[in-house]
């Protein structure tokens, strides 16, 4: 008798701890990333660890989800079938709302990709990149803008989103705006969203929070990504040097007004994107930032 009411205690102290740790690891969930100001949801674009995925995909997922990391936007699966790269998501809690496709797969090969986003478990399927020689000129955005309804259209058809991620080539002046306002006016809000950049509006000299203001909920995500300091801007060619990234709060760019203006303007999900070489040390310290900033 008294073994086994040793043993009862034992397995309701393993239970109790149990429970215990669950609910920290719970709340530590709920709270990465987000503050007294700043709620998200956050999450991680993918590609910010794209050299250690080639080299080790499970491990890499760990190192996400040891960042506190819940939600994650794909860009590519990194040689594994979509079901098996699903499955590796799966068994580690990671949860995929959005991911990038190339613009030929979605001009040419859309049902393919509605297939392989609802094999992920995709919301929402985008597009971050129109290819184009030399500048990007009004012919190439009608074009582009006319291939975004068709498939903003076909995948709405499969409960997929669409949405398009400009690079800041797209603010070529028109008229009496940009190429960007020529492509908002062109592509329907039923069928076509948009992810801001932050990095890649300001790159080419424009202001966030006023395309925030001007466009509202036609921007249903983001890549909050910081700029280093002294980097040149009012460029139009939508490249940049990687180590141009640093950890949010570090940069140039006024956080506490770009969070306010998208929240603000109905953003409904974050993804925190960095493409420098030290991005698994700066993550963490821009996941801390969104914990502590305030506006």
């Known amino acids: 008798m008294k073994h086994l009411r040793r043993s009862l205690l034992a397995l309701l102290g393993l239970?109790?701890?149990t429970c215990v740790a669950n609910t920290i690891a719970a709340y530590h969930q709920?709270?990465?990333?987000?503050?007294?100001?700043?709620k998200g949801p956050i999450g991680l674009q993918l590609y910010s660890l794209r050299e250690q995925f080639a080299n080790d995909v499970p491990a890499t997922l760990d190192q996400v989800r040891g960042f506190g990391i819940e939600y994650v936007e794909l860009?590519?699966?990194?040689k594994l079938p979509p079901e098996k790269f699903k499955a590796q998501l799966d068994a580690r809690g990671?949860?995929?709302i959005s991911g990038h496709f190339p613009f030929e797969r979605l001009r040419d090969q859309v049902e393919d990709v509605a297939r392989e986003a609802k094999t992920l478990g995709l919301q929402y399927v985008g597009c971050a990149w129109i290819p184009h020689k030399a500048s990007f000129d009004e012919k190439t955005c009608r074009e582009a803008s006319a291939v975004f309804n068709r498939a903003g259209e076909a995948l709405a058809k499969h409960n997929l989103k669409f949405f398009y991620h400009p690079h800041g080539y797209e603010f070529q002046p028109h008229g009496k705006g940009t190429l960007f306002d020529l492509m908002m006016a062109e592509t329907k809000p039923e069928f076509v969203r948009y992810e801001m950049d932050v990095f890649w509006v300001v790159h080419p000299g424009q202001d966030p929070v006023k395309l925030l203001e001007r466009y509202g909920g036609r921007f249903e995500l983001m890549h909050v990504k910081d700029m280093k300091k002294g980097t040149p801007t009012g460029l139009l060619t939508g490249r940049s040097d990687v180590t141009n990234d640093v950890a949010l709060g570090t940069g140039r760019m006024d956080w506490p007004a770009i969070l306010k203006a998208a929240q603000k303007a109905g953003v409904k999900w974050y993804f925190i994107e960095d493409e420098s070489p030290t991005s698994a040390e700066q993550i963490p310290q821009s996941l801390g930032y969104l914990k502590r900033v305030g506006f």
């Open 15 to 17: 239970f109790a701890l």
């Open 75 to 78: 860009a590519g699966t990194y």
């Open 94 to 96: 990671l949860k995929p």
């Open 30 to 38: 709920r709270s990465t990333g987000s503050g007294q100001s700043f």
